[in-house]
């Protein structure tokens, strides 16, 4: 799956086990784009390609910082819609989660890269994730664009 070490656990320490619990969500909810992404089935990949657990860890600690979740209230405007989705959906961060990797992904193939090129692609990741936060039209989680990657 992509794991650092012999000990999984030890991958965890940066972001914590939130980023366990999206990988369980994405396994269960979305089985098939789940397997997809784990055994980078689709599009013309790299020699090098991205860790995939390790990944799903980033991915969790990127939406953490994006939507400024350790702060008491989020100063951004991608935060601030994000807080108004959890209110509709309590599982919103899990399914963001899922959408986020998917996009990860299909930025990855996109840009053609390889494991030295990871930061930059999450960083693009987020700054479309950011955009698509900021629409006016979003009122649900599946009113994101990106929610159209999820196969179920």
């Not at 992509?2 to 980023?19: E, H, K, L, M, Y």
């Not at 400024?68 to 309590?90: A, I, M, N, Q």
């Not at 992904?105 to 990871?118: C, G, H, K, N």
């Not at 987020?126 to 039209?137: G, I, M, N, V």
Request: net charge negative; proline share 4%.
């Amino acid at each position: 799956m992509g794991w650092q070490g012999a000990n999984p656990s030890t991958d965890f320490r940066g972001c914590g086990f939130i980023s366990l619990e999206n990988l369980l969500f994405f396994s269960r909810t979305y089985p098939a784009s789940f397997h997809r992404l784990l055994f980078k089935q689709g599009g013309q990949r790299a020699t090098w390609e991205y860790p995939f657990a390790v990944a799903g860890i980033n991915v969790s600690f990127m939406l953490i910082q994006m939507l400024d979740l350790r702060s008491e209230k989020p100063r951004c405007l991608p935060g601030v819609t994000f807080v108004k989705l959890l209110g509709e959906d309590e599982s919103a961060f899990d399914v963001l989660f899922c959408i986020a990797f998917e996009m990860m992904d299909a930025q990855w193939l996109a840009m053609r890269a390889s494991y030295m090129e990871f930061n930059e692609v999450l960083q693009v990741t987020r700054t479309q994730l950011e955009r698509e936060l900021s629409l006016e039209d979003v009122h649900r989680i599946k009113d994101l664009p990106a929610y159209n990657l999820l196969y179920q």
